[in-house]
Nanobody, 114 residues
Framework: QVQLVESGGDLVQPGGSLRLSCAAS????????MGWYRQAPGKQRALVAE???????TYADSVKGRFTISRDASKNTVYLQMNSLKPEDTAVYYC????????WGQGTQVTVSS
C-alpha cells in the first residue's frame, strides 16, 4: 500500500511560479512511476508530467518548457516545478504512483489569477 500526500498548491499571479510536492509512504518509492495529473472544472483529469523509476520524463505539450518533474529518493518525494504559470493551468493537481496498480493523492488546488 502506498499513501501519497500533496502540498504546495496556492493562488499565484500569471507568470508566477509554484513547486508542488508529493510525499509517498512505504519503502518501494524507487520502484514507482510517479506522475502529476490535473483536473479543471468541467474537464477530465489529464496527465501533466510523469517520471519513471529510471528518471525518464514525459510532459503534456501544454506544459513543455515551463514545468519540470523530478524525484528525490532520499525523501520519497516527487516534485513539480511550475514556471510561467497561465490562467489555464488552474486546476486541482493530483499525484499518482504506479506499480502494478495506481495510487492517488487527495489533490492540491492551483489557481492562477490576477
Amino acid at each position: 500500500q502506498v499513501q501519497l500526500v500533496e502540498s504546495g498548491g496556492d493562488l499565484v499571479q500569471p507568470g508566477g511560479s509554484l513547486r508542488l510536492s508529493c510525499a509517498a509512504s512505504g519503502s518501494i518509492f524507487s520502484t514507482l512511476t510517479m506522475g502529476w495529473y490535473r483536473q479543471a472544472p468541467g474537464k477530465q483529469r489529464a496527465l501533466v508530467a510523469e517520471i519513471t523509476r529510471g528518471s525518464t520524463t514525459t510532459y503534456a505539450d501544454s506544459v513543455k518548457g515551463r514545468f519540470t518533474i523530478s524525484r528525490d529518493a532520499s525523501k520519497n518525494t516527487v516534485y513539480l516545478q511550475m514556471n510561467s504559470l497561465k490562467p489555464e493551468d488552474t486546476a486541482v493537481y493530483y499525484c499518482r504512483a504506479t506499480r502494478n496498480r495506481n495510487y492517488w493523492g487527495q489533490g492540491t488546488q492551483v489557481t492562477v489569477s490576477s
